[in-house]
């Protein structure tokens, strides 16, 4: 990315934690500080819907962090009032989806988005 991309990308964050009080975070390790993934808890541009989402390196899969950060994510939404919390995915996305099982997230409808048919899971 450009310099310019950088620092548009990075207002463009701040912004949304001014403005909705909802942004992302960076998954990090305790034990050593190294960085895992990222998640997020925002509006969806395209539906009326809180979503949260997530990354996390291949090589970090498998090993509960994923699970623990989208817990604590989906307890700071309940803490700012928000009822319903959404996740887009793939379908085919196995692994991710059955996180979200586990999680306590029901399949609620398959939407086109962005020329994209995704799966929208809610809590």
Same mark, same amino acid.
């Given at each position: 990315? *450009?310099?310019?991309?950088? &620092?548009?990308?990075?207002?463009? =964050? &701040?912004?949304?934690?001014?403005? @909705? ?8 390790? *305790? ?23 997530? @990354?996390?390196?291949?090589? =970090?899969?498998?090993?509960?962090? &994923? ?6 994510? #989906?307890? =700071?939404?309940?803490? %700012? ?7 887009? #995915? %793939?379908?085919?996305?196995?692994? *991710? ?11 609620? &409808?398959? #939407? ?12």
């Amino acid at each position: 990315m *450009s310099t310019e991309a950088i &620092a548009d990308y990075l207002q463009r =964050h &701040a912004d949304m934690w001014l403005n @909705t009080g909802m942004g992302g975070w960076t998954l990090r390790r *305790s034990e050593d500080d190294a960085v895992l993934g990222n998640i997020f808890l925002k509006p969806v541009r395209d539906l009326p819907e809180i979503e949260v989402g997530y @990354t996390l390196g291949r090589q =970090h899969w498998g090993q509960g962090y &994923a699970r623990e950060a989208l817990t604590e994510v #989906v307890r =700071h939404g309940r803490g %700012r009032g928000i009822d319903r919390i959404v996740a887009l #995915v %793939r379908p085919g996305n196995t692994r *991710s989806i059955r996180l979200l099982l586990r999680c306590g997230f029901a399949l609620e &409808a398959t #939407v086109p988005i962005r020329e994209k048919l995704l799966e929208l899971y809610m809590i």
